[in-house]
Nanobody, 127 residues
Framework: QLQLVESGGGLVQPGGSLRLSCTASGFSLGDYAVGWFRQAPGKERERVSY????????YYADSVKGRFTISRDNAKNTVYLQMNTLKPEDTGVYYCAAGARSKAAMLWYALSRYDYWGPGTQVTVSS
């Protein structure tokens, strides 16, 4: 069964850090580009970050640049999102998604770029 699962979410105070993990089973995540998205209550899902499959090219939403870092460990079939200096507006459900190489020409933040999605992990930034 092809599956993505996020982990590492939780409650953190403003200024704190969390590291999210996105682990694949049933396929090699190293063959896919991976995106992170988030969705706050009552809002649309928005882009957060992206890492390509072969060259490891990364992109970030302006709102997280300088604070979040995406990385991948193909040996562990996992992509990470290190989140530092968290703000209350970072609160939401965070989703990872994997997109096949055949869709590489698509914009990284297009939801249709991705073939597999995880169920999400809740991140709450509050004092």
């Amino acid at each position: 069964q092809l599956q993505l699962v996020e982990s590492g979410g939780g409650l953190v105070q403003p200024g704190g850090s969390l590291r999210l993990s996105c682990t694949a089973s049933g396929f090699s995540l190293g063959d896919y580009a991976v995106g992170w998205f988030r969705q706050a209550p009552g809002k649309e899902r928005e882009r957060v970050s992206y890492i390509s499959d072969i060259r490891g090219i990364t992109y970030y939403a302006d709102s997280v640049k300088g604070r979040f870092t995406i990385s991948r460990d193909n040996a562990k079939n996992t992509v990470y999102l290190q989140m530092n200096t968290l703000k209350p507006e970072d609160t939401g459900v965070y989703y990872c998604a994997a997109g096949a190489r055949s869709k590489a020409a698509m914009l990284w933040y297009a939801l249709s770029r991705y073939d597999y999605w995880g169920p999400g992990t809740q991140v709450t930034v509050s004092s």
